[in-house]
């Protein structure tokens, strides 16, 4: 079974820094990364990277956020940096496996205060 677990969200004032976890498990995974979904807005992507290292940033975050994974840990990390209060939403790790099976989190939520 397939779980995809997130940690680290939370509350921080504008200019600040966040990291955001994702532990999976139950399979191994071609791509990883982050999505998120602001209230009354469409989940939207952040950040991807496959497992090859390749990475994919939203226009908005380029610069400023940051996806790494360790791939013996089977986890994917998001630091963010700069925060602003548009970045504050729900966000969701996501994977994708080798069968091109999509996988959800159950989401954390960031808000960033101005």
């Known amino acids: 079974q397939v779980q995809l677990v997130e940690s680290g969200g939370g509350l921080v004032q504008a200019g600040g820094s966040l990291r955001l976890s994702c532990a999976a498990s139950?399979?191994?995974?071609?791509?990883m990364g982050w999505y998120r979904q602001a209230p009354g807005k469409q989940r939207e992507l952040v950040a991807t990277i496959t497992s090859g290292s390749s990475t994919n940033y939203a226009d908005s975050v380029k610069g400023r956020f940051t996806i790494s994974r360790d791939a013996a840990k089977n986890t994917v990390t998001l630091q963010m940096n700069s925060l602003k209060p548009e970045d504050t939403a729900v966000y969701y790790c996501y994977a994708r496996n080798f069968f091109v099976s999509d996988y959800w989190g159950q989401g954390t939520q960031v808000t960033v205060s101005s």
């Open positions: 139950g399979s191994s995974f071609v791509v």
